[in-house]
DNA sequence: AATAAATAAATCACTCTTATTTATTATTGA
DNA sequence: TCAATAATAAATAAGAGTGATTTATTTATT
């Protein structure tokens, strides 16, 4: 698959222009409101340091065009009460598909990032001739719920799918030739035959760490690290409060990393920390792997295993964390996943342990922070994806188009 | 020393305005030039995706400002002649300061980036005082050389400095009290205090990953990882053609890299591949270290000593360039030092073998290279910082003032 | 004649400054 | 206690200023 397909064009380094400057305004507006909830316009100039006119048109702007709507005045204070404004629900909806081992799901969001729509497959594996046409049925199946006005404001589409999806054969135990078929095929661009908004894609854990970067619980931290515990284990890095994705759109590769060298053959982060092993340990035992698959509350993989996996995983997670902080000065690091919640916080809590006992010189180690999603994040993090380019600040937004 | 004095004010997201965008234009076109040489009007213009006429007007302006001057015609095409427009020598000069593990290095450059002048001293150590006597000293020699006109136009200090020097104390063999007074003295405060430029600082490492990009020969990639070895091991990290130096402008702290762990102890890159483990090596055999301080050319150190050196470093080096290659993606992976060049090309040979025996599944090992700079990238660097702050672009150039 | 570089004049889009309006609370004086 | 007045803050209108763009022109060359 080809997957540089998601990523943005090279261009070198442009000029700036006028209306390049008033869309970045816009976007910043809309993600200030996005990060603190509703405000006024005084406030909105205050913390952006335009001139009151300035806000005042573009958010008078914003709001007939939909996307921003007035609160109730807020009175008691000195002077002429305060409006505060927020995200209108109505201003744009945006699809998601998640792309997993054992099932797709697509979800529609509206402007706030509540999922107002969902579709669910299970396959025994993902083919490319699947994922097209459930894609495109569930486009169609969502696309009804809306009304005739609303669906000329769907912003686009954002896939989260393992990259390297090739390299799963031998670990799901399938024939190689099942999944050659997406070394050549480019899903994005079959899609996008079929409908005539932007379409995203983007590795699933990198996704998942877009959900917690623009829908996460409380204040979103600048630089961050973020891991995604799937059948894989995977990441984000987050730099300026927004995802870096780097050149080949491969960054936070974080499976990768290397904690260890036996020989010549180095150990991975994947190696310890993703469900895969904990599946394969689960098969070594006899055991049924297929609970692993179903939602993470309903689990019933025996204690020992899974304390032994927990171990393994935060032990690597640590080390990770610590070679990643050195390159990255991090403020702190988050871990989420497709598991139940209580043991995604023994897994934080075992990996904050480990970190703290590692003796390194030179950095301050992050702390380590449960994922403020959940499972639902790769979706969540696919449909962000168009919202993010459309909506939200980004450096991009200032130069010509 | 308040090392985060040097860091930028923090601030939220700013809004932007036009003399944001004018500026930021400015920038990218004394960029375009820094990076591909003398170019025309014309040439500019179908980079940057600006006007013609919008190139033309900041052009005449950088050059009426004394920043531009033009080239010799060329003829021989189609059409009226193009005129390329070069950085003018005198549009700008620059202090960098090196505050080295035996000596203090300050040198004085121009637009061009071109040495003109330069004032070295030896010392047993750093001391606070001494550095700052050093540079008010020196500063006022180098000013002497530019004629009055010139004087107005140097537009700032750049200091290249390891940070967390109370550290060094053990390695150094002094007393801890010796190094303990960097500890509360902010010397970029003390300096600024005599002199009306902008004064910058930055870990010595750092700065050298900053030289390399602005005066580095060849094409700049986008994104690379730096490492310079001196008497310790440091780096940067280049993400977006610009210094990436975190929130607390430790980033690319490389040397801090965990390339293995015994029981709680991790080991670091700092270990095995920075000149102080050499020292300790030549030192035990009861050889005399002070060789390694003198100019490399000079050196010589007893080969098999040398040859374990370089055999640690470089398998130190390649497992740390594989964990930061997973997390930040980067172009390739660059090595400079304070090396003679043949230690410098042996060491990058070996590294770049050793990541290539290692085996990794998930990433593209970037090449590794030799930097293009040498000794001087940390001097050089240092002067780089009011550089970059000034005329380079940078996506905060477009923001309010 | 064709082509390309460079520029001038007019236009357009945007933010900023200054001044005004509006709605509210705080203060004052009978 | 109550009404009149002052103070304050939000919001906006009008006009100024700045900078990129468009269109047209000039210039120098093959």
């Given amino acids: 698959m080809k997957e540089d397909s998601n990523t943005a064009p090279a261009s070198g380094i442009r000029g700036s222009n006028q209306s390049g400057m008033r869309a970045y305004n816009e976007r910043l507006v809309l993600s200030l409101i996005r990060q603190n909830g509703a405000l006024p316009k005084a406030e909105i100039a205050r913390i952006s340091g335009l001139s009151a006119q300035t806000v005042s048109v573009i958010m008078r702007a914003l709001e007939a065009d939909g996307f921003l709507e007035k609160g109730e005045p807020i009175r008691g204070k000195v002077g002429q009460p305060s409006v505060p404004m927020n995200l209108a629900k109505g201003g744009a909806f945006f699809f998601g598909l998640k792309v997993g081992r054992r099932s797709l799901e697509m979800i529609l969001i509206n402007f706030l990032g509540t999922v107002i729509g969902r579709v669910h497959l299970t396959h025994p594996y993902p083919t490319p001739d699947g994922v097209v046409r459930f894609t495109n049925d569930s486009i169609g199946q969502l696309l009804d719920q809306l009304t005739p006005e609303e669906r000329k404001r769907v912003a686009g589409l954002g896939i989260a799918i393992p990259f390297r999806l090739w390299d799963w054969s031998v670990a799901l135990g399938l024939e190689q030739t099942d999944m050659e078929a997406w070394r050549e095929r480019d899903i994005r661009a079959e899609i996008a035959q079929n409908w005539n908004f932007p379409i995203y894609l983007q590795n699933d854990a990198s996704a998942a760490c877009g959900a917690e970067l623009v829908f996460g619980k409380g204040e979103t931290p600048r630089d961050f690290l973020y891991f995604y515990i799937g059948f894989f284990v995977g990441g984000g890095v987050v730099l300026n409060r927004s995802l870096f994705t780097g050149r080949s759109g491969n960054a936070g590769a974080l499976g990768s990393i290397p904690i260890g060298v036996t020989g010549k053959k180095a150990r991975l982060l994947v190696d310890v920390a993703s469900l895969a092993t904990l599946e394969t340990a689960i098969i070594a035992t006899g055991g049924d792997a297929n609970i692993l698959w179903e ?50 916080a023994e897994l934080v809590r075992q990996t904050e342990q480990k970190l703290t006992d590692l003796e390194i010189a030179g950095i301050e180690k992050p702390p380590v922070l449960e994922g403020t999603i959940g499972t639902s994040a790769r979706a969540l993090g696919a449909a962000s994806l168009p919202l993010s380019d459309r909506f939200l600040v980004d450096q991009n937004a200032l130069l010509k188009a």
Avoid: N
């Avoid at 702190?332 to 209580?342: C, N, R, T």
């Fill in 295 to 344: 939602p993470p509350k309903s689990w019933s993989v025996p204690a020992d295993i899974l304390r032994d996996w927990v171990d393994d995983a935060s032990s690597g997670l640590a080390f990770a964390i610590a070679a990643a902080a050195s390159v990255m000065d991090c403020e702190y690091a988050m871990i989420d996943g497709w598991l139940p919640e209580e043991v995604r």
